[in-house]
């Protein structure tokens, strides 16, 4: 089931248009990024989700309510429903951690109900820091304390606008383990914007790739990655260089061939010799994928092409 549906959205500031007839579909309870270079549009589109960012054509539909047709007092209930965390955490400084977490609850004025905060905060692993001020706390745990503010609503969506830029790599893939926990046990659907690659690969489950106010590709994270067309691998700054002699074969390993030695098995069966010319293993949500590109005599392309084919792996002579 589709939880955002966009469609011919457009969206300018003045003259300058930002955003191009962006049409994008987001799963529900999954994790989307969106993915791009700076100034590509990625927040401005992230702030339309919760209504904060209007635009002026095209259709945006979030868990079937358009939301641009709301009324004020519609509008903010359909808010209270979203939960937003950022690069900078935006914490309260004179308030403890307690206090900057219910804070939703009281603007909502909404009963506090203690016992839950305490679940939370021990969901973000920080029930020994409840009196902490954010003074007294890393990076990281600030980002907790941020993440456990946006989830105290029950939200049904949580934005993420560069929520580990500002950490340090070794911290970052903590807070992505504590966003992948709250999708699976909340179910919340998660998108999350970044510059970085390796946040997406890591965890999430479709992307759509943004650059100068367009979406170039979305769809499944394998597809984007093993197999980019030419705009994609640009943009991801794949540079092959291919040699000219005999023949190149790019050979994409699906999840379950991963690990096989099907290309060693292949020069023993056709008493070949094979040069590879380039390949990467990735991990993408802790599985390894690869993509290879081989070099071969002219001689041995017909039996290799059927010998790939018969084995179930995708590949294509580039
Ligand atoms: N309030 C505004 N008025 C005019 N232009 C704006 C405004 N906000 C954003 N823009 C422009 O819109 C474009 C997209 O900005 P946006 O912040 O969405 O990019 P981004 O992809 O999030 O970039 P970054 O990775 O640097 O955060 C930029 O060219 C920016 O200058
Ligand atoms: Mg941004």
Redesign the pocket.
């Known amino acids: 089931m589709n939880f955002i549906e966009v469609s011919e959205l457009n969206k300018s500031?003045?003259d300058?248009q930002?955003l191009k007839n962006i049409n994008l579909t987001i799963k529900k309870g999954i994790i989307f990024g969106l993915v791009?270079?700076?100034?590509?549009?990625?927040?401005?589109?992230l702030r339309t989700f919760n209504g904060l960012e209007n635009f002026q054509s095209g259709h945006l539909k979030i868990n079937n309510v358009e939301i641009d047709k709301l009324n004020s007092r519609e509008l903010r209930e359909f808010r209270k429903k979203v939960g937003m965390i950022f690069q900078h955490f935006s914490l309260m400084h004179r308030k403890n951690v307690y206090e900057n977490v219910i804070l939703p609850l009281q603007c909502w004025r909404q009963k506090i109900d203690k016992k839950k905060i305490y679940n939370l905060l021990e969901l973000v692993g920080l029930e020994e820091k409840a009196q902490f001020y954010p003074n007294e706390l890393s990076g990281g745990q600030k980002q907790r304390v941020a993440i456990a503010r946006a989830l105290v609503m029950n939200p049904h969506l949580l934005l993420s606008?560069?929520a580990t830029s500002a950490l340090d790599p070794s911290i970052t893939g903590s807070i992505l383990d504590l966003l992948k926990q709250v999708n699976d046990e909340l179910g919340v659907t998660i998108v999350l914007?970044t510059?970085e690659m390796e946040v997406v690969k890591k965890i999430c489950k479709e992307a759509a790739f943004?650059e100068a106010?367009e979406v170039l590709k979305s769809g499944n994270i394998e597809e984007l990655f093993l197999e980019p067309d030419k705009k994609m691998r640009e943009f991801l700054g794949e540079n092959e260089i291919l040699p000219k002699e005999g023949i190149n074969i790019r050979i994409y390993f699906p999840k379950e061939v991963a690990q096989n030695p099907i290309i060693t098995k292949m020069a023993r069966n056709l008493e070949m010799n094979f040069n590879i010319v380039w390949g990467s293993l990735e991990s993408f949500g802790g599985i390894v994928l690869g993509v290879l590109v081989i070099n071969i005599a002219k001689e041995f392309q017909e039996g290799v092409c059927s010998y790939l084919s018969k084995s179930g792996v995708r590949w294509e002579i580039v």
């Open positions: 500031y003045g300058l930002i791009g270079h700076s100034g590509a549009g990625k927040s401005t589109l606008d560069e914007v510059h943004m106010g």
